[in-house]
């Protein structure tokens, strides 16, 4: 197994197709965030190992399955002069499953319907799990689609998933402790979700948009959040400053008049 990093175009291909599964993991990671925000510390974090776990076992479990894979690029119906494949049919499916989920999300972060008992809490663990194993498969099988693409080697992809999961482990949590102290950048979370799931659905329906437009978009548009977070931030460490520097002065101010 190892003879086949004895190459450098072998780790040509692990380089190129980490950086690749790690953009086509920017989705999954920020699905997990949004969804695991509302969750207790301890049950977040959780969450958050279980669906990379599952990610992980996906991604290697469809490995194994290329013949199937390939096949699923095969048209099995036509409808408005499109052929389907099974591949149309699960983005399109989830790509509907991310615009409903977001759109739920966003109603209940504007109208603040967020919280419940302890109870509602368990089962939304449950609900939560069973969310991220729908997704992790929609994302897994478009990404595993293109690693086949780039690589010939199997030893080369499992090895650039496993880096890529880990990545994505890593980058999870900070990303999800950053979602859940700052709301605005929750609903720009969903908002980023809302456009996934229509890029998605278009795929399925043969109108593909590249990613690359989609990515630059959410990089900018995360980069004037930051900028936001950031000088709301300065804002109220100067108000607080200002704050206590004149408390000392008032009484001596009334004494004066």
Not at 40 to 52: D, M, T
């Amino acid at each position: 197994m190892l003879e086949v990093f004895s190459t450098p175009e072998a780790w040509a291909a692990l380089l190129t197709l980490t950086a690749m599964e790690i953009v086509l993991g920017i989705d999954n990671v920020v699905f997990i965030s949004v969804l695991v925000a509302k969750l207790p510390e301890h049950q977040a974090k959780r969450a958050r190992q279980v669906g990379l776990g599952l990610a992980l076992v996906f991604r290697i479990g469809l490995l194994f399955m290329l013949t199937w894979l390939i096949g699923l690029k095969e048209p099995v119906f036509s409808a408005l002069g499109h052929g389907f494949s099974w591949r149309d049919i699960i983005l399109i499916a989830g790509g509907g499953f991310l615009i409903v989920k977001a759109t739920l999300e966003l109603h209940n972060s504007i109208e603040g319907e967020e919280h419940g008992s302890k109870g509602a809490v368990q089962k939304a663990f449950a609900i939560i799990i069973a969310q991220i194993i729908v997704i992790d498969l929609v994302f897994s099988i478009d990404s595993i689609i293109t690693a086949i693409g780039m690589a010939e080697s199997i030893e080369v992809m499992i090895a650039a998933v496993m880096i890529a999961v880990a990545v994505m482990y890593l980058s999870s949590g900070p990303i999800s402790d950053f979602v859940s102290r700052h709301p605005t950048t929750k609903v720009l979370a969903l908002a980023f979700l809302l456009l996934i799931g229509m890029v998605l659905v278009a795929d399925g329906f043969g109108f593909h948009v590249p990613k690359g437009y989609i990515y630059s978009a959410m990089a900018f548009a995360l980069l004037v959040e930051i900028l936001n977070v950031v000088a709301k931030g300065r804002k109220a460490k100067l108000a607080s400053i200002a704050g206590v520097s004149d408390a000392p002065t008032r009484p001596a101010d009334r004494t004066a008049r």
